[in-house]
T-cell receptor, first 112, second 118 residues
Framework: GNSVTQMEGPVTLSEEAFLTINCTYTATGYPSLFWYVQYPGEGLQLLLKATKADDKGSNKGFEATYRKETTSFHLEKGSVQVSDSAVYFCALSDDNFNKFYFGSGTKLNVKP | NAGVMQNPRHLVRRRGQEARLRCSPMKGHSHVYWYRQLPEEGLKFMVYLQKENIIDESGMPKERFSAEFPKEGPSILRIQQVVRGDSAAYFC????????????????FGPGTRLTVL
């Protein structure tokens, strides 16, 4: 079956620190991989995506590379800001893109 | 273009009552998805609907839960005889019809309805 595992939080960093949030997955077929961000009181927003192996998704300084050999899609950012404080969800979709499977979320706190 | 709208944002019910959650998809979107997020957990898929059709309800509990997306009006997630374990955040997402030749269709999420069962 399909599932996503991501590192537990909360993760607390100082501003301008390097961020890594680990995500690994189990899937049948050829899934697409996503990172979503949830700010307090809001719904999820798509942050970036990758639809096939070795693709790199990037947006707003965040990056993640679809690694089929290690079944991973780790999220990275070189220099975090206070405004990046949110909950980050790793997700995969099935071949038909009709069903998403989410990890449990990682809360990121960035301190000035 | 307004985003996905959900109401109410917060809903409190006593055990045994009914809960109705509404979702208005983005303009032009004909696909609706419902997800449930239990405390400290990720979102779990519940059901996928198109106008007047349930496409995939593999994530819906077998009893007390139902969903519809009528030709006119919002999609409704209905929970009958609520229990404390139904307390969660319920998110709706919508997507447009798939472009010809394209498999991927981004889902846009609403702000969620937080249901509390006393």
């Amino acid at each position: 079956g399909n599932s996503v595992t991501q590192m537990e939080g909360p993760v607390t960093l100082s501003e301008e620190a390097f961020l890594t949030i680990n995500c690994t997955y189990t899937a049948t077929g050829y899934p697409s991989l996503f990172w979503y961000v949830q700010y307090p009181g809001e719904g999820l927003q798509l942050l970036l995506k990758a639809t096939k192996a070795d693709d790199k998704g990037s947006n707003k300084g965040f990056e993640a590379t679809y690694r089929k050999e290690t079944t991973s899609f780790h999220l990275e950012k070189g220099s975090v800001q206070v405004s990046d404080s949110a909950v980050y969800f790793c997700a995969l979709s099935d071949d038909n893109f009709n069903k998403f499977y989410f990890g449990s979320g990682t809360k990121l706190n960035v301190k000035p | 273009n307004a985003g996905v709208m959900q109401n109410p944002r917060h809903l409190v019910r006593r055990r045994g009552q009914e809960a109705r959650l509404r979702c208005s998809p983005m303009k032009g979107h004909s696909h609706v998805y419902w997800y449930r997020q239990l405390p400290e957990e990720g979102l779990k898929f519940m059901v996928y609907l198109q106008k007047e059709n349930i496409i995939d309800e593999s994530g819906m509990p077998k009893e007390r839960f139902s969903a519809e997306f009528p030709k006119e009006g919002p999609s409704i997630l209905r929970i009958q005889q609520v229990v404390r374990g139904d307390s969660a955040a319920y998110f709706c997402a919508s997507s447009p019809p798939s472009p010809s030749g394209s498999a991927y269709n981004e889902q846009f999420f609403g702000p969620g309805t937080r249901l509390t069962v006393l």
